[in-house]
């Protein structure tokens, strides 16, 4: 397991009013700043011992600014995810996810209005 990761999809109207837009750097401006605020929720709630899962964190652009990637890479980031019979799971990722997707969608709505 060496890396994972959560997508949103399905949002059928919202991606025919982008893809009809001309100009998309407004879009990509919310893609960009609402996946460096997941970023940094999502560093802000990882579990730190030696720290190097915190340092394992990589956020990098896709699809020409249209989607970005938050990533831990380390081979126990998902183990500390989601839990083991062991330990129960921090839900670092999905908690700044879950936070970061409502506002997401909420500025991508303002756009279009």
């Known amino acids: 397991m060496d890396s994972y990761e959560f ?8 991606k025919r009013a982008i893809s009809e ?12 700043r609402n996946g460096a605020d997941m970023f940094k929720m999502s560093q802000s709630r990882v579990p730190v011992d030696t720290y190097t899962l915190k ?8 699809d020409d600014g249209m989607s970005v990637a938050v990533s ?7 183990y500390q995810e989601y839990g083991t019979r062991f330990i129960p ?3 670092y990722l999905k908690q700044a996810f879950d936070s970061a997707s409502s506002t997401f969608l909420s500025d991508l709505e303002r756009l279009f209005k």
């Open 7 to 14: 997508s949103l999809s399905g949002l059928g109207e919202l």
């Open 21 to 32: 837009r001309e100009d998309l750097r407004d879009v990509k401006e919310v893609v960009r």
């Open 55 to 62: 340092r394992s964190a990589k956020l990098s652009s896709e």
């Open 72 to 78: 831990y890479n380390t081979d126990y980031a998902a």
């Open 89 to 91: 799971g921090k839900f």
